[in-house]
Structures are given as C-alpha cells and as structure tokens.
C-alpha cells in the first residue's frame, strides 16, 4: 500500500507478510532500526489492530428469548471446549453462525473488561461482539458474524491475522526497488542475513 504525502513517497508494508518471504527477521521494531540505519527510512511500526484478549470463534446453537426482557435473546454457544449461555441485546445472530465469543475475563479494547454477570436475572457467561466492541470497525449492525468454515475455539487474533505490525517506510527516488514486499524483504535478509524465500510464481 502506497501514498503521497507531504512530498513523501509513504509504503505501508506488513511484517507477516515480510516474514513469508524472509525467515528468521528480528522482531518489528528492531526490523524498522535496522532498515533505518541501512538507508530505508522507517518512519513508524504499528500495531495493525488493538490488543485483543480471551475473544475466540464460537458457534451458535439457540437463540430464545430472554425470560424477562422484551429486548434481548438467551444464546447457547459453542465454544469448541464446551457450552455457555451468553445474554444479547443483538437481533442478527441465528443458530449455525460463527461468532467472535469474549468469555469471562476476556479485555477488549478501551479497556473493557468481561465478567461474569446476570443480566435481567439471567446468567450471562460471555459476550458476543461486533466489530466495533473489537475495535475493528466504527460502527456494525449487530454482532460480528464470521465465515461458515471458521474452526471453533481459535483466539480470533489469529483467525483474523490481526497479530501483525506495519513498517511505514518513505522510499526515496533512488530505491525503487522497495516499491514492493518482495524488494523489502531482500532489503530486510542483506542487512539482517535472514534466508530469503523468493516464491515462483505465475501469471
């Protein structure tokens, strides 16, 4: 991903995507020193979306409505390690969705802690989030509903490959060369001795 800014020419590179092409890099934040002092002018490393804590996929398996208010639904998830009833005040959710479950003790970003609570009386053993409770989007309809195929029990972290940073490298008018993964990640192995893995690939 490129931009013009300020007369700067800006690349946006991902460092899971280096690591396909490059084994063994230093971590982030080391990569972007380097690459700096070898003449690639690292001009930030970012977290590519917010710490997410104990959020996995789960699977819905009823969706009744709560006892005692009008508003909210009585939900039996899956967690692919047992079973729990979660309160929701979401309409968009039906049995055989794949959701992002918070259990009990899960944070979220803004600081968002979940406990174990009883909402209008009723247990509630987990949150069932939407995109923007995750920090992933500014606004959703409802709860975030993921693929028909996705495994149960997986941090969502990695099912989403969110655990990634991006190097925001400004490429002069002499290196274009770098005006892709491939060219960072042979920058990347000469200045680290990392083995490069250029891959065959075609058109």
């Given amino acids: 991903m490129r931009a013009l800014l300020k007369g700067k020419h800006l690349m946006l590179y991902s460092y899971n995507w280096l690591k396909e ?3 063994n890099l230093p971590s982030p934040h080391e990569l972007a020193e380097r ?20 959020v996995f996929t789960a699977e819905v398996l009823s969706v009744a409505q709560h006892p005692n208010a009008d508003r909210l639904s009585l ?17 968009n959710m039906v049995p055989g969705d794949k959701v992002a479950l918070a259990i009990v003790g899960a944070e979220l970003p803004g600081g968002v802690k979940i406990k174990k609570s ?27 509903i993921l693929p028909k195929d996705a495994p149960l029990g997986v941090p ?11 190097l925001n490298v400004n490429v002069t008018p ?8 491939v060219g960072l990640a042979r920058e990347a192995a000469a200045i680290t001795g990392a083995g490069l893995k250029v891959k065959d690939i075609k058109p």
């Fill in 174 to 181: 002499n290196r274009a060369d770098l005006l892709s993964i």
């Fill in 118 to 144: 009883k909402i209008r009386g009723v247990e509630s053993q987990g949150m069932m989030c939407s995109e923007v409770e995750l920090g992933i989007k500014d606004t959703s309809d409802g709860i975030m």
């Fill in 75 to 91: 939900c039996e998830v899956n967690t692919g390690k047992g079973k729990l009833s979660v309160v929701c005040g979401a309409k």
């Fill in 35 to 54: 690459l700096t002092m070898s003449g690639a002018e690292v001009e930030g490393v970012a977290a590519s979306a917010p710490a997410i804590k104990d």
């Fill in 156 to 166: 969502l972290m990695e099912y989403l490959r969110l655990n990634d940073h991006i």
């Fill in 21 to 23: 092409y490059a084994d």
